[in-house]
Structures are given as C-alpha cells and as structure tokens.
C-alpha cells in the first residue's frame, strides 16, 4: 500500500476528526504512513480566522501520535498553506520560525473568492471561472514558493456548476503547461489527489490528462493524498490511484521527509 500525504483533522477548520481516528484507519487499511497536513489560509474571506492553526500544540499531539505508533505506522507532520501573493513574506516567517515534513501549497480564494461557495462562479462563464483559478496558480508560484508540492491543481473543477462535463487538460492546455513547466524549472511537484473521486468526478484532482503531461514535461515528484477530512476517507481510492500513476509513467511516487523528497516503489 501506499502514504496518504494529505490529511486533515481536528486542528483543520473544516475538519472534527481525532488524529488519534485517522490513524487508526490509516493502519486498518494497510498504509505504511501518512502525513497531517492541516489548513493554514490566512486572508481567509469572511471569516479569518475559520482556517488559522494552532501549530505548537497539534505539533506536540503529532509527536506523541507518532511514538505511540512507532513500528507499525509513521506519521509525520505537514501543512496545507491557501496561497495568495500578498501571503509571501507571511508564510516564509512562518516556515523559519516552525518546522514541517511537508508543505503543500494550494489555491483556495482567488482574488478574494474560494471557488468552494458558488459566489466564486457569478458574473463569469464557466470557463472564465476555470481559467482565472488557473492564471491565479500562476501567480502564487511566482511569488511565493515555499512550498514542496502544488496541491489539487484543477481543484476549482469540483464546484463549478457543471464540474468536468466540459473541462479537459487540452481546452486549457497553454496556462496548464505554463504551470506545469514553472513548477518543474522550480524543483516542485503535484500531487494526486483522490478527492476527486469523491466529488464525483471520476478522476483524480488533478485529472489524468494532467498528470501524464507533468511526467512528458520531465516531472518526477509527486505525492498521494486523499484530501481525507473524516476517518472513513483515508487512502481513498488508492489503488486506482497507482494504476494512473503508472499508466502516466511513473515508476515511483513521493513523500518528505523535513521538507527533502523519497522516492517510493509504485510495487
């Protein structure tokens, strides 16, 4: 089996779960480790504070999870930051200051709008809506790279109002390659996350246009995560999610370690 690199649980504004629960349907699946990779969102709209974490004390509870399951489960510590440009200088303190085993970066508001709520969508075609999310990618790798892995690329897919009955990797082919090839030429991977199946989408997020393209560029990091918010998620269409890996190209896929990549056998 494979780890689950992207989890959340109580200390994530959206999520009740006990770290102590994630773990243990981590384990009953067979996974060999997993990372907690709770949200951090400054600038949140409306409600600031609905995503700020409290990283000292889920840090100790982290580590003490981990003791109790040496042996039989690694866990290690990361963070989701929603990144926005003016978040730069703001995370890259935060990043000095703590330390983490990974750091996904991932779009949640653009330009004052998280496309979760169908405010997001209004005024604008479908289309421009995905389009806008993905030059807002753009942007954020541009100016604040501290980050290891770009999160759920085409995330704006799970909420639009006809999510991926129109949209493919080749209508938006010019900014997905632009992204792609700025995130290789900065050493930064993707991930591949399931919760696109669970949206109902039949395809990971990002779709598997997508992640075949990252590997014909030359990309080589890349992660599994589930996106998993309740126990019951955890390693989430996990199988289908090797066949697409190896169907791309892949050999291996990632975790990290203290912000330094592994390369893991597919099996």
Aim: aromatic share 14%.
């Amino acid at each position: 089996m494979l780890w689950d690199s992207h989890m959340h649980c109580c200390y994530s504004g959206d999520s009740e779960a006990a770290p102590e629960d994630m773990a243990a349907a981590a384990a009953a699946r067979g996974l060999p480790g997993i990372c907690f990779t709770d949200h951090l969102d400054l600038d949140y709209p409306d409600d600031p504070d609905y995503f700020s974490l409290d990283i000292a004390p889920r840090a100790v509870h982290l580590t003490q999870l981990a003791d109790a399951w040496q042996g039989r489960l690694e866990i290690r510590c990361g963070i989701e930051l929603g990144l926005q440009p003016q978040l730069r200088d703001a995370y890259h303190a935060l990043l000095l200051e703590h330390d983490f085993d990974f750091v996904i970066g991932s779009s949640h508001v653009v330009h004052g709008f998280d496309p979760y709520y169908p405010a997001y969508f209004e005024q604008k075609t479908e289309a421009e809506a995905y389009r806008e999310y993905f030059s807002s990618i753009l942007e954020n790798i541009r100016s604040c790279d501290d980050f290891d892995v770009y999160g759920h690329l085409d995330y704006v897919v799970r909420y639009g109002p006809n999510k991926n009955k129109y949209y493919s990797y080749a209508r938006y082919k010019d900014i997905m390659d632009a992204i792609l090839t700025e995130l290789i030429a900065r050493g930064k991977g993707i991930e591949l996350n399931t919760g696109g199946f669970k949206a109902g989408l039949g395809q990971p997020n990002p779709c598997c246009e997508v992640v075949r393209r990252y590997r014909q560029l030359g990309g080589e990091i890349i992660t599994l995560g589930a996106d998993a918010h309740a126990p019951a998620w955890v390693g989430y269409e996990f199988r289908q999610a090797a066949d697409i890996l190896r169907e791309a190209g892949f050999t291996h896929y990632t975790v990290f370690r203290e912000r330094k990549p592994e390369f893991l056998p597919l099996g």
